[in-house]
Structure formats: C-alpha cells, structure tokens
C-alpha cells in the first residue's frame, strides 16, 4: 500500500507563489499515475492536475499556465508549483496515486493524502 504525504500550504496574497509536496511512501513501485485535487466546504473535490509515471500531464483549465506538476522520482515525491495565485484557488488540496488504468483529470483514485490547506488572500 502507498501513503502519501501532502506539505507546503500557507496564506498567500493575490499573485503569490506555492510549491506543494506529496511524498509517497511503501509500495511506490506500481503507481502509475499521480494527482492534486482541491476542495472547497460545499463544494464537490475538483481535479486540478494529473501526471503520469512516464511524465504526461494534463490540467483542469482554470490552473493551465500557472500551475506545474513535477515528480522527483528518486526521491517519490510529486511536485505541484503554484503561480499568480488567486483567491479562488483557496482550497484544501490533496494528493492522490492511482494505480493501473487510464491517467486523466477523470480518473478515479484511489489512496489519498490528509490534504494541505492554500488560503489565498485578495
């Protein structure tokens, strides 16, 4: 089983800048797709970005050209670089691992992280 650990929120002003974290620990070897995803109270869990083990990304289009996802793969850890926040994008953010299947915004996932709490201030 993976466990996946999400750091990096904080409070940004309007136009600032965050870099998640999501290390994965266990079994890593058979991951083959990882994603962020945001949730808001009251609202239902959106998918922000997705990558596959062999690089490919997709993202929802409200982040495309301001958020970017890196993976380290020696270390196990995915990346998610956040610029030109807005407060729109305040959201808990969790990291998720997918094994198997198809990689895209609509896939379903199936081991999580706690999440990490991006507040972003006008």
């Known amino acids: 089983q993976v466990q996946l650990v999400e750091s990096g929120g904080d409070s940004v002003q309007s136009g600032g800048s965050l870099r998640l974290s999501c290390t994965a620990s266990?079994?890593?070897?058979?991951?083959?797709?990882m994603g962020w995803f945001r949730q808001t109270p009251g609202k239902e869990r959106e998918a922000v970005a997705v990558?596959?083990?062999?690089?490919?990304?997709n993202y929802v289009d409200s982040v495309e050209g301001r958020f970017t996802l890196s993976q380290d793969n020696a270390k196990n850890t995915l990346f998610l670089q956040m610029n030109s926040l807005k407060p729109e994008d305040t959201a808990m953010y969790y990291c998720?691992?997918?094994?198997?299947?198809?990689?895209?915004?609509?896939?379903?996932?199936?081991?999580w992280g706690q999440g990490t709490q991006v507040t972003v201030s006008s």
């Open positions: 990558i596959a083990r062999n690089g490919w990304t």
């Open positions: 266990g079994n890593t070897d058979n991951y083959f797709c």
């Open positions: 998720a691992a997918r094994i198997g299947g198809t990689c895209s915004l609509a896939s379903l996932f199936g081991v």
